[in-house]
């Protein structure tokens, strides 16, 4: 069964970067494409970005000029970066992985809530 | 704006049923199919649906999927206490070339 961990620290400041960390278990990282998503609270879930195991990467245009995504697959994981974070950027974050035949996003970590504050 | 609609909220009865709808706005948003996915609070995001109406292994059978035209639909049979979730809509959308959510529909069993 495959399993996808977020990990990073839970409070970040404004203005500074935000940096979270994908694990995954129990399957490879190959062949995939690999997504953030947010849930600011109260809110929706919105989009962030994919990444390929290949590297390749597409960003929610919203998002696009503050956000990095980076892959590991020696590690079995991916990785979010987004620059000069705002209160807006509180959120849970997610990861999950798209299915290889209808890229439905078909597997997702616990979530992990960041705070932007001072 | 956004590429996939969907109702803020629906209400039913226990063992009643729920038709949870959600219209793509454009052309452009859902031409490899749409999911569902279902969100308790506290939980990660559910996969209940693919490709408009294929379920994937362990969902229920009281639940089920389609689409007809720009709008694809997720019907729940005989409502349970479980059933209580939020559920969003999902799909490829290629002018933005970015992955789309509905706002999301909060079913409540009453």
């Known amino acids: 069964q495959v399993q996808l961990q977020e990990s990073g620290p839970g409070l970040v400041k404004p203005s500074e970067t935000l940096s979270l960390t994908c694990t995954v278990s129990?399957?490879?990282?190959?062949?995939?494409?690999w997504s953030w998503i947010r849930q600011p609270p109260g809110e929706g879930l919105q989009w962030v970005g994919y990444?390929?195991?290949?590297?390749?990467?597409n960003y929610n245009p919203s998002l696009r000029s503050r956000v990095t995504m980076s892959v590991d697959t020696s590690k079995n994981q991916f990785s979010l970066k987004l620059s000069s974070v705002t209160a807006a950027d509180t959120a849970v974050y997610y990861c999950?992985?798209?299915?290889?035949?209808?890229?439905?996003?078909?597997?997702w970590g616990q979530g992990t809530l960041v705070t932007v504050s001072s | 704006q956004a590429g996939l609609t969907q109702p803020p909220s629906v209400s039913k009865g226990l063992r009643q049923t729920a038709t949870l709808t959600c219209t793509a706005n454009s052309d452009n948003v859902g031409n490899q199919g749409v999911a569902w996915l279902q969100l308790h609070q506290g939980h990660p995001p559910k996969l209940l649906s693919y490709r408009n109406n294929n379920r994937p292994s362990g969902i229920s059978e009281r639940l089920s999927a389609s689409r007809s035209g720009n709008t694809a639909s997720l019907t729940i049979t005989g409502l349970q206490p479980e059933d209580e979730a939020d559920y969003y809509c999902s799909a490829w959308d290629s002018s933005l070339s970015a992955w789309v959510f509905g706002g999301g529909t909060k079913l409540t069993v009453l």
């Open positions: 990444i390929h195991y290949s590297g390749n990467t």
């Open positions: 129990g399957g490879s990282i190959n062949n995939y494409y």
């Open positions: 999950a992985r798209h299915d290889s035949g209808d890229y439905s996003l078909d597997y």
